[in-house]
């Protein structure tokens, strides 16, 4: 491990957190996307909208480990954001928290038991 140059810690620009799996928006949201294309495709242009808020944070920071694009602003953030759009969609909100899986049960609104 002597690649200086990637081993600083960067910070999302949102929470605070360390960024240990960067993945732009742009990447999520072409997965998020894909991933409504089958069950909610009218959400798609929300999901995008949402996308843009984050488009100003794309300065510096860290690479995207897909893509390659700068990047600040860590995936739960930005997934946190999405699930909003779910908020009169119990199921689906349900099932992105499954699918994208990203540290999100980790907070108190999303015990799970038994
Ligand atoms: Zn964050
Ligand atoms: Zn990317």
């Not at 929470?15 to 949201?29: A, K, W």
């Not at 991933?35 to 510096?60: C, D, E, N």
């Not at 860590?74 to 992105?96: G, I, M, Q, S, W």
Request: proline content about 4%.
């Amino acid at each position: 491990m002597h690649s200086s140059l990637y081993s600083t810690k960067h910070e999302c620009l949102l929470c605070g957190d360390v960024i240990t799996n960067p993945i732009c928006y742009t990447c999520l949201e072409s997965e998020v996307e894909e991933w409504l294309t089958g069950r909610m495709p009218a959400i798609i242009p929300k999901v995008k909208k949402t996308g843009k808020i984050f488009a100003s944070y794309t300065h510096q920071g860290t690479r995207c480990i897909l893509c390659g694009n700068n990047m600040n602003v860590c995936t739960h953030c930005y997934c946190y954001e999405v699930n909003k759009l779910f908020e009169n969609y119990p199921r689906l909100a349900e099932e992105f928290v499954e699918f994208f899986n990203f540290e999100l049960r980790g907070s108190s609104n999303f015990v799970t038991q038994g």
